[in-house]
């Protein structure tokens, strides 16, 4: 460790965004630098852990504690405050196909977890994963590396968000020749589609997959499996298949006046935006647009906070955002002592541009939907909610109550559901015949192949909805298991 | 009659463990006239020495006491005629001390072997004498065993020459009889002994104590039985076995103390055998091989060998200065010739290192050696009438004053010599010179030795290749982990790195991983019967350098004996190693010739593959010396995608051991060449098990990429030079742990133990070296080496592998090493002890318990038998009595904050448990207890090697004493507190200066061998009559036999630590390498006292990363009464495993005493009484599975424990634990658990027979006492009871000054006048054995001479070694010189003595000493605190200083000097110092001959302070801001 008492000495730097009245102008990335010097104190504050709460990726209490992927976190905190970058890069890439991407979109469950953090702000881990994965591609230390051998082994994986990625990249490592097949137009998948272009630039999607295309990676767009080539060919013609098709199964909010018009699920919101963002800069007008309308976003995640995002930059009219869990704690609660992920009070980024624009978080919280209100075009119009209470139920289970006399009716013109995902998609999986598990998603065992021999899942489609990282990590422990499926019980890559 | 001797090995038990020691004297009569005075003075000598000795269960076995003598010729010719046998005059006949069998038919047996013998080797067996013996109420075990005992009278034959031709004879008789008894099938032969055959000298010896001697030889009692000389000895042994041939002296010596070295001392000797010869012997040198009978006890080796030199032509003292060299490497005041001397024997033979004092009598000269170290007591008197009196003590026999001509004590490594022939006393200097000039040493030097230096420089040595270093990393199995955590802080700071809490990671054997095989071994280290070496603060006596090249006859020397190449270190640069290489056998290399031999094999092959590369590897080794190679370089430089590189540590040992065998070991020197050796323990294994020098090419290339990548700063070869210092220095380190002190006798002497190797492996290829509870094999081994190499060179795909596996050894990392302390236990834990929560508790227990999956530890594969009939769990001992057996580990105030301290001391006394101190005192506020009822008091107080804070208050406070011998993180080490965390409040705890560092010694200087830790727990008990004193060792092959001994020494408890217990900071090789786990020590402690008949009289703690319920029922299983946490409470109170504890950074105030972070400390006393209640929860529950009710019932049941059957890991599965689980057969009365009260004999000291009524009146109404009394040498631990009551009674403030005054005429014993606190003043008249005023705690000691005394009180030896060790307050006046070590770790008192010896005033902390005369070597090392002023008389003294950490001041100040003056005059006054007056009456002379002594950091911090206060700041500001302002100074905070 560089600096033994850097926590004491260095408080943490905030994270350097551009202005939030600014950034609305525009779909440009929103983070900013930092200067090195900077960097490299926010590096010093590691502490170096005997046990380093952060590189582990366990799950507590149901979320995740530390990272996924097990970034070797203490090693690369350390070598930035040295100023080895190029050094920190290296042992960065050993664990994480696409740091560039995860230091940008990851909730840092690590700086949950940071020891640092049980008294003092956290390290600033996920900045520094950012600032080191940007450094390797401005200084060319990412090029493209092929395998040095061929085994002649054909894999296919279908679907190219982040599990799928990180599988193909890893199997190619090993030398397998993979075909990734995407049924949308670009490669990507969420991270091409699902989150907007101002928290995670295409082009870094475009530059990686450029990367693993030189690297010998073959992509298919356009085809999805199931639908324009049948499940069973790639059974025959690939020795191994890996889906990671995700969890794209969104859940409904079936109240009252759920058929009306200006009701939308977010995805489709977001995805519509981005493509036409790519396509025209948003000039074909292929997406909808959230300009002067009442936009309600219900869903206080990822998603929902990625819709009030774009709608900001739409320019919306009104803006709210419904949670129906109530308002978390500004500080831990006793039942959620650290390293539990902390399920604190925290203003996102397009939560911050509201509050810019009119001077308070958009959220509301503890409510419940109870139906939508339309005009006489059928067109959603207003909305009515209405408090809930959390309380246990038969099942010793918290449930939602709702309290009498609360409705309240809000104006909503544009409504975007991003509610959650229940589970992956199932024509493909049918024609396959693979196993599901109890809520639908698909079972593996532990080398996360399916009940169908020889086909592996992994991501949200069999792990369901979840983050990035553990996208990542998922794709490289299927990668791993097949690649000791393919050459007889040996791997060369690591989890 | 009983068996006689040690019990075979069985179970964890193994005899070779066993030590002993004693106390020894000799008086002697210079001008050699015999007479009967002188036996029966020197029985008198021995009966003063009895408290030296020990006995065991029974009060009249002792260990042994034994006499030698010259032949009383008159005795034996008259009794001889009553037998009709005709003796020959004197010198022409030989008589024997014969032990027999009790069986007629052996004993008619061995007669006739004797008549046989004797005959063939052309003498005459004269006759046999029945040894008349008394009645000597022998205890029965000392009577079962008694052999008969009989004198055989041997006349010398025609033709032989002369008596000393005679004597070889003699031994050669002996040497045929002994092997051809061994190898017979007489009855009874194990009692056959000869414990003297000679002309000249006859030993009397046997089971007894001092006192039975005399009374069982009736002989002695015979006045015609005269001796000019007559040694005696007193044993202490670590067993209760009967021994009869185990008693001292043996036929040269009598020896105190223990040899180290002795495995690789008996190796070598074997191996040099082979090259031996001798003109004097002749042909009959081959009936006397082997040299060594190995069944002996160390010291009878030792004569074995110094027999051999002295009968092939060395007298003794020459052979002496052999085998015990005083350290000569480092000393530049050293005469060229005698330098010369021991350079050039150094070159026949490597030093037998350990503490020893030696006596040593040929019949014509008697002497004594001391280790070049000092550590054992030896005195002496010289009278008028020509006596001389030596001994462990002074007083030893009563002399009157007038008649005493000189006092002296034996100094480190100097030989005192009364040579009778010459009817004088021969000086140190004059002898070793005379044998230093015996032969042109320097010439043949000269002549035949090279050196490194004046090798020719190689061309350059080939460059590394940059891009397949990762490959060849990976290789050797090189983590990313172990280039930063090892390599990176030795590359850039030239020391080892440091960490801290403690291992828990699994065995090697247990690991899923492959693990260098390094790993398996554990080092050894020295503890209770032997001390660790400060090889920082004594480097004086450390030697690193070595020399390479075959050795020559060891009996005949001559120029081509010291054909070799010197080495300033065993670890060589790629330039030397070239060097090396070039040397052809040419004269000018002195016919050195290297060659080179990979150490490769195919992997593919596996271990047959290995087995048949290392037949190879053995074979050709042999042929290169067949063809006069001599130094053999064991290279895998060579390794590729098809060779891989066998273990390093194997290849080099095998071969050792093959040379061995085939007894060529001698003729060539090994040298390893290999990538695999990184870290410090690495070194001390090749080096361990026979590699002169090694040559890591691989970590140098690692430092040299460390400074490409910027990660180390300098040029590659300052980074690489500082790399090599590191290793040397921890390499040094690694051996001061083991006591030794020069590399040369570490080399091949095998101090480790294995752990996890199966015992064909190891007869094969480390034989030997103990393993006790089997393991892998060759064919694992090959496994590993393959799976290591694999990574380098995948055999299937080449995958780019950009760096290296990040490892997770000593960090944790997810996908590395396992670690039981890990991020889902630990936050398990602490959730579960702040919310109270059983349930989740044992969800923790069941992460740790679980071990099928993930196996860590030993106790992890034991599965319980349960109970046919479990018992109701409400039967069962309640939580409330399990939980008073626990307690929390030592853990000091300074280590850890106060709040964490003193929140574990309210727990534990809420339960009542014990919490420990630590080394670090406590706040005596802390004794009073707190408003609601809650106590901050430790009911252990720790009396560790620096004696921090260690008051008669903290004494008489204390439940528990407890003395720490080592630790299991770092056992055989010191400590340091560093100046930035000696902050003001623990500053004033430790009676010390802020900001000032502290140093704890790795040994006690008052514990140097078994009898010393007797005495101590004598002191300590007689301190605080009421406490427990329990002593702490840590796991390790042989504990056993020390817990045996110590349970001897009246301990009430002892502790086994477990080789993975924390730490605030230790070098990491130590925290991982060191020592073995708690099941195996534990287990070896318990069976050992059993077999002893010694567990019921003393209780057994076990401790070492407990943390479950099910750890404690294994632990109580395999015998433990009583549990120690540390790990476990820490983490219930917040610690997260940071291990940082010794940057003083720990995030939730724990282990830190920055007042920022002490505040985040979270933790509540109520935690840590959860997780206790938890854990004795637990042990209930398993209690009622077991069906015990009782916790005793449970204790040493270890047949209740099996191995877990079907253990299917691939390395654990060869594991056996039978002889953890082994019960000895002992009779139905041995206890098993703690059943009977330790016998202190308190009752018997001087205090309570007499000066504690005599000091009632001061006692209950303060009124002043005074009286005068003799005192004599067994009167040991004078006024240490009577200081107790005063400070029970009147606290920290005492008495006022001068209330109990005891005037005591005579000679004392040891520890006079220990921890006396104020209002009291000892005044001796006469003189003091070792350890005056140990602890004084504010009282006053006060010696002088008696008036009449024959000799110059300044120049005469007044008080013995370690006067006033730990001292925290108080005054002396020493009339005369004191002893070694004089005032070490002195924290404040004043003292004023007239001369000192060696190592004076060390780690001294505060307090002022004033010496008036001579001051010996290395005064004021590791002295950090503190004035000493020292008059230089000679003017040489800064060359005897130690200027590490001191400045030396020949201006002194005005001010100061009257201080100084004053003191004086005090002295003068008191003591009647004819000295003291004459330098006052010119003062002014006096004064200008004053040299102040004063430690760098202390004068800083002094001036720090009084700046301070000069701008205006309180006194108690002042200081921390001074303090303040010294931390900051990052460039103050050093390491070691």
């Given at each position: ?13 905030p ?100 020891t640092v ?208 869990l ?26 911050d ?93 532990q ?40 050459s ?8 | ?42 029985l ?75 005959r ?68 009874g ?142 000393d ?26 030696i ?13 070049r ?31 005493v ?19 004088r ?5 004059e ?22 230096s ?34 990176t ?52 006596i ?24 010197g ?28 060659v ?14 290995l087995?048949?590369?290392?037949e ?25 995608a ?66 490409a ?5 300098g040029?590659?070869a ?80 080449p ?31 602490q ?14 227990t ?72 630590g ?21 252990i ?111 009430d ?6 080789y ?43 401790d ?12 109580a ?10 790990t ?13 504890c ?33 854990v ?59 059943s ?69 005429k ?86 004023v ?24 070597r ?119």
């Open positions: 460790m560089g600096k033994p008492t850097g926590f004491l000495d260095y408080a943490r730097e994270v350097h965004d551009r202005p939030p009245l600014e950034r609305i102008r525009d779909w440009e990335e929103m983070h900013l630098g930092c200067a090195e010097q900077t960097l490299r104190e926010q590096g010093g504050r590691c502490m170096d852990c005997g046990v380093p709460f952060c590189n582990t990726g366990k799950l507590f209490n149901g979320m995740a504690s530390g990272c996924p992927v097990n970034n070797l976190i203490p090693e690369w905190n350390d070598l930035v405050w040295r100023g080895r970058w190029k050094e920190a890069w290296t042992r960065l890439a050993s664990t994480n196909n696409f740091p560039e991407f995860t230091g940008r979109v990851c909730p840092a469950p690590c700086e949950g977890s940071c953090s049980i008294n003092l702000p956290a390290v600033n881990i996920k900045m520094l994963e950012e600032a080191i994965a940007d450094r390797a591609f401005a200084e060319g230390w990412v090029v493209p590396e092929p395998p040095p051998v061929r085994t002649g082994k054909r894999v296919a994986v279908v679907g190219s968000g982040p599990a799928g990625l990180a599988a193909a990249a890893q199997l190619n490592r090993a030398g397998h020749e993979v075909t990734v097949f995407e049924r949308d137009d670009r490669i990507g998948g969420l991270l091409m589609y699902g989150i907007p272009n101002m928290k995670l630039d295409k082009k870094l999607v475009d530059r990686r997959v450029k990367l693993m295309a030189d690297e010998g990676v073959r992509f298919v767009t356009g085809k999805e499996i199931g639908k324009d080539i049948p499940a069973m060919q790639l059974v025959r013609e690939f020795e191994a298949v890996l889906l990671c098709g995700g969890a794209t199964q969104a859940r409904d909010l079936p109240v009252e006046g759920r058929s009306l018009a200006g009701i939308y699920a977010a995805m489709d919101f977001l995805h519509a935006n981005t493509k036409s963002l790519l396509d025209s800069k948003l000039k074909n007008g292929n997406y909808l647009s959230a300009k002067d309308q009442h936009v309600v976003v219900i869903g206080g995640g990822d998603t929902g906070t990625d819709c009030v995002g774009t709608s900001m930059r739409h320019r919306c009219r009104s803006l709210t955002q419904l949670e129906i109530p308002k978390p704690p500004d500080e831990r609660a006793p039942d959620n002592p650290w390293p539990q992920w902390p399920k604190t009070y925290k203003l996102d980024y397009g939560q541009e509201a509050k810019a624009v009119w001077g308070k978080d958009p959220r509301v919280y503890g409510v419940m939907t109870k139906k939508f209100i339309g005009d006489k075009d059928r067109h959603v119009r207003e909305l009515l909610y209405v408090d809930v209470e959390w309380v246990k139920g038969p099942d010793g289970r918290f449930g939602p109550r709702e309290i009498p006399g609360t409705e309240k009716v809000i104006q909503a013109d544009l409504v975007l559901l991003a509610m959650g995902f229940l589970g992956p998609e199932k024509p493909m999986l049918t024609q396959l015949g693979v196993k599901l598990d109890e809520r639908g998603n698909v079972w593996t065992d080398t996360k192949m399916t009940s169908v021999p020889g086909v592996f899942a992994a991501g949200d489609m069999s792990r369901g909805q979840s983050l990035v990282v553990w996208a990542i990590k998922e794709g490289r422990q299927a990668a791993q298991s097949m690649d000791r499926y393919l007889y019980g040996e791997t060369v890559l690591t989890p | 009659m009983a068996a006689t001797g040690l019990p075979p090995a069985q179970g964890l038990y193994d005899p070779k463990t066993e030590h002993d020691s004693c106390g020894f004297g000799f008086v002697a009569d210079i001008k050699g006239r015999p007479s009967h005075d002188i036996v029966l003075k020197s008198e000598v021995l009966k003063n020495l009895e408290h030296r000795g020990a006995t065991g269960a029974e009060k009249n076995t002792g260990d042994g006491a034994g006499i030698l003598l010259q032949t009383p010729h008159a005795f034996f010719a008259q009794e001889c005629q009553k037998l009709g046998i005709k003796l020959p005059a004197p010198g022409r006949y030989g008589v024997g001390m014969v032990f027999l069998p009790d069986s007629e038919v052996g004993q008619n047996a061995i007669n006739g072997l004797f008549e046989e013998t004797v063939a080797e052309g003498q005459h067996l004269l006759g046999w004498r029945e040894v008349p013996t008394g009645d000597a109420a022998l205890g029965p075990t000392a009577k079962a065993s008694q052999p008969v005992i009989r004198q055989v009278f041997i006349g010398r034959g025609d033709d032989v020459a002369d008596e000393a031709a005679f004597e070889r004879k003699l031994y050669v008789i002996r040497r045929l009889l002994e092997k051809k008894v061994s190898r017979s099938a007489i009855p032969r194990s009692s056959f002994y000869v414990a003297s055959l000679s002309y000249k000298t006859i030993v009397y010896k046997g089971m007894f104590n001092a006192n039975q001697l005399r009374r069982f030889y009736l002989d002695l009692n015979q006045p015609s039985v005269v001796s000019a000389i007559a040694m005696v000895h007193q044993r202490f042994s670590t067993n209760t076995f009967p021994s009869w041939a185990r008693a001292h002296p043996y036929r040269y010596i009598s020896h105190n103390g223990e040899i180290n070295t002795l495995r690789g001392n008996i190796n070598w000797m074997h191996a040099r055998q082979a090259m031996m010869s001798s003109k004097l012997f002749g042909k009959d040198l081959l009936k006397i091989l082997t040299v060594i009978d190995t069944s002996g006890s160390d010291s009878a080796m030792f004569d074995n060998v110094l027999e051999l030199l002295h009968l092939a032509g060395r007298e003794l003292p020459h052979a002496m200065m052999m085998m015990v060299p005083e350290p000569w490497s480092r530049d005041n050293m005469s060229p010739e005698r330098k010369a001397f021991y350079e050039f024997h150094s070159c026949l033979m490597e030093p037998w290192d350990g503490p020893a004092s006596a040593f009598t040929d019949g014509i000269r008697v002497g004594a050696v001391l280790d170290n000092g550590l054992r007591p030896a005195r002496y008197y010289v009278t008028r009438d020509d006596l001389v009196v030596m001994a462990s003590e002074a007083g030893v026999l009563d002399i009157p004053p007038e008649q001509v000189r006092k002296g004590r034996l100094q480190p490594g100097r030989i005192f010599l009364v040579d009778t022939s010459l009817q006393i021969v000086d140190d200097d002898l070793k010179d005379r044998y230093a000039r015996e032969a042109p040493y320097g010439e043949w030097l000269k002549k035949s030795m090279l050196q490194m004046t090798l020719p420089r190689p061309s350059r040595p080939p460059l590394p290749e940059r891009e397949s270093l990762l490959k060849r990393q990976q290789v050797f199995g090189y983590t990313f982990e172990e280039v930063k955590l090892l390599i802080p030795m590359a850039t700071t030239g020391n080892e790195a440091v960490g801290s809490m403690g291992t828990d990671t699994p065995l090697a054997v247990l690991s899923d991983r492959p693990r260098p095989l390094f790993d398996y071994f554990k080092q050894l280290f020295a503890q209770v019967t032997n001390p660790a070496v400060d090889a920082i603060r004594e480097e004086i450390m030697a690193s350098d070595t020399t390479i090249g075959p050795e020559a006859n060891l009996l005949e020397p001559g120029p081509e004996s010291c054909r070799q190449l080495l300033p270190t065993p670890i060589l640069t790629n330039d030397e190693l070239a060097k090396i290489r070039r040397l052809d056998g040419r004269p000018e290399f002195s016919g050195l010739r290297a080179k031999l990979p150490t490769l094999y195919n992997p593919k092959g596996d271990g047959a593959a087995r048949s590369a290392l190879d590897l053995r074979w050709k080794v042999s042929e290169c010396l067949a063809e006069g190679f001599n130094v053999i370089v064991l290279s895998d430089r060579g390794h590729d098809d060779n891989a590189p066998i273990p390093s540590l194997l290849a080099v040992s095998s071969v050792q051991h093959h040379l061995i065998r085939e007894g060529k070991r001698t003729q060539c020197s090994l040298i390893v060449e290999s990538g695999e050796p990184r870290e410090v323990h690495h070194f001390a294994l090749l080096i361990g098990y026979g590699a002169s020098a090694v040559n890591p090419y691989l970590a140098f290339e690692t430092v040299h990429d460390l400074v990548q910027e990660l180390v700063p040029t590659p300052e980074a690489e030079k500082k790399y090599l210092k590191g290793v040397v220095k921890g390499l040094v380190k690694v051996i001061s742990k083991m006591g030794i002190s020069t590399i040369q006798s570490y080399h091949g002497a095998q101090v480790f133990e294995a752990v996890g190797l199966s015992q064909d492996f190891v007869d094969e290829y480390f034989t030997w070296t103990s393993s006790r509870v089997g393991g892998i094999g060759i064919d694992v081994v090959a496994h590993e080496a393959r799976m290591r190499h694999e990574r380098g060179f995948p055999p299937k795909r995958v780019v592998a950009s760096s290296l596996p990040a490892g997770g050894e000593y960090q944790y990392r997810a996908g590395g090493e396992f670690h039981l302390t890990n991020p889902e236990t630990i936050h398990k834990l959730y579960a002890c702040r919310t109270n929560s059983y349930k989740v508790f044992q969800e923790y069941a992460l740790i318990d679980d071990q099928s999956k993930q196996l860590c530890t030993l106790r992890g594969l034991m599965d319980f038998r349960h109970a046919t009939h479990p018992v109701r769990i409400e039967e069962v001992e309640p939580v409330e009595s399990i939980v008073k057996r626990f307690k929390t580990g030592a853990m000091s105030y300074g280590s850890i904050s106060k709040e964490a301290h003193e929140t574990l001391a309210i727990a534990m006394n809420r339960i009542g448990g014990k919490s420990n101190t080394e670090g005192g406590e706040d005596p506020a802390r004794y009073q207890n707190e408003q609601n009822g809650d106590s901050k008091n430790s009911g107080k720790q009396v560790a090697s620096g004696r921090f804070g260690v008051t008669s208050y903290y004494l008489v406070n204390a439940r528990e004493l407890q003395i720490k011998i080592a630790q299991g993180a770092k056992p055989g080490e010191g400590g340091q507190l560093p100046g930035a965390k000696v902050y003001p409040w623990i500053a004033t705890v430790r009676h010390a200066t802020p900001g000032v560092g502290l140093i704890s010694p790795p040994p006690h200087h008052d514990i140097y061998s078994i009898e010393d830790i007797a005495e101590l727990i004598h002191d300590l008990k007689n301190a605080n009559r009421d406490a427990r004193v329990s002593v702490k060792l840590v796991s390790e092959l042989g504990v056993g036999t020390i817990a045996a001994g110590v349970a001897k020494a009246h301990a408890t002892v502790l086994i630590s477990g993975d217990g924390g730490t605030g900071a230790s070098p990491l090789t130590s925290i991982k390498h060191a020592g073995i786990p708690w099941e195996l020590g534990l287990a070896e402690t318990h069976q050992v006292l059993v077999m002893n008949d010694l567990r019921s009289r003393i209780r057994v703690e076990v070492g990363q407990l943390k479950s319920g099910r750890d404690v029922v294994i632990g299983l395999l015998g433990a009464e009583e549990f120690g946490f540390s476990g409470p820490l983490i219930a109170l917040g610690c997260i495993m940071m291990r940082a010794h940057l003083n950074t720990c995030p939730v105030g724990i282990a830190t005493q920055d007042p920022k972070l002490r505040a985040k400390f979270p933790g509540d006393p109520q935690q840590v009484v959860n997780f206790m209640r938890f004795a929860q637990e042990v209930r529950e398993y209690m009622a599975e077991l069906g015990f009710r009782t916790f005793d019932e449970m204790v040493g049941r270890s047949e209740r424990i099996e191995m877990r059957r079907a253990v299917d890991h691939w390395k654990a599965r060869n594991l056996d634990f039978s002889r953890i689980l082994f019960k000895p057969t002992v009779p139905k009365h041995y206890g098993r658990t703690c009977i009260a330790q016998d202190h004999a308190l009752e018997k000291t001087l205090d309570s027979t007499t000066l504690l009524a005599l000091a009632r009146p001061a006692l209950d109404e303060r009124k002043p006492v005074r009286a005068t009394l003799p005192i004599r040498n067994t009167n040991r631990v004078v006024g240490v009871q009577t200081g107790s009551e005063v400070t029970r009674r009147y606290g920290p403030a005492g008495l006022p000054d001068d209330t109990i005054r005891f005037h005591f005579g000679s004392a014993g040891q520890s006079f006048g220990a921890f006396i606190p104020k209002g009291m003043t000892l005044v001796l008249e006469g003189d003091s054995n070792d350890y005056i005023g140990k602890g004084l705690s504010g009282g006053r000691i006060i010696v002088f001479p008696p008036e009449k005394a024959g000799f110059v009180p300044e120049e005469n030896i007044i008080v013995g070694n370690v006067a006033f060790y730990g001292a925290t307050g108080g005054e002396a006046f020493i009339r005369g010189v004191a002893g070694e070590r004089f005032c070490v770790r002195n924290s404040g008192i004043d003292a003595v007239e001369g000192v010896g060696d190592h004076a005033c060390e780690y001294m902390t505060g307090g002022r000493v004033v010496v008036l005369g001579p001051a010996g290395n005064f004021a090392a590791g002295m950090s605190g503190g004035v000493a002023y020292v008059l230089d008389g000679d003017g040489k003294f800064e060359s005897r200083c130690n200027l590490s950490m001191v400045g030396l001041d020949r201006k002194v100040e005005e001010a100061e000097l009257t201080l100084v003056k004053r003191m004086i005059e005090r002295h003068a006054e008191l003591t009647g110092s004819a000295l003291a007056s004459r330098l006052l009456s010119r003062w002014e002379d006096t004064a200008r001959r004053f040299v102040r002594i004063m430690p760098h950091d202390y004068r800083r911090m002094l001036e720090a302070q009084a700046k301070m206060r000069a701008k205006g700041l309180p006194p108690e500001e002042a200081e921390m801001a001074a303090f303040l302002e010294n931390a900051r100074d990052e460039a103050r905070v050093s390491g070691n």
